[in-house]
Nanobody, 121 residues
Framework: QVQLVESGGGLVQPGGSLRLSCAAP????????IGWFRQAPGKERERVSC????????YYIDSVKGRFTISRDNAKSTVYLQMNSLKPEDTAVYYC??????????????WGQGTQVTVSS
């Protein structure tokens, strides 16, 4: 079972930036697509971005296009989510999850603890 670890969240002012990391220590992630998800209070969990195993496909929901960038470092077996121009509505717990592919709607492993992102002045 793949256990992913999210980190990099925190408190940031509107317009600020954060970089989230998703890693599986001691495990090779480069065979999998990785999706970033978020869940805000009172709302359903949604996938905000995904990167394919070969980096040939990247997906973003409309609300984060132009602000968020997903990338991966295969040598470090880590996926990143660079978040710029953050808005209060980006406030949520962010999770990452392995998938066979970004277009394959099944999940590998289980949900981790996530990392809290709070955008507030």
């Amino acid at each position: 079972q793949v256990q992913l670890v999210e980190s990099g969240g925190g408190l940031v002012q509107p317009g600020g930036s954060l970089r989230l990391s998703c890693a599986a220590p001691g495990f090779t992630l480069d065979n999998y697509a990785i999706g970033w998800f978020r869940q805000a209070p009172g709302k359903e969990r949604e996938r905000v971005s995904c990167i394919s195993n070969n980096e040939g496909s990247r997906y973003y929901i409309d609300s984060v296009k132009g602000r968020f960038t997903i990338s991966r470092d295969n040598a470090k077996s880590t996926v990143y989510l660079q978040m710029n121009s953050l808005k209060p509505e980006d406030t949520a717990v962010y999770y990452c999850r392995a998938q066979p592919g970004c277009e394959i709607k099944v999940m590998i492993g289980s949900w981790g603890q996530g990392t809290q992102v709070t955008v507030s002045s």
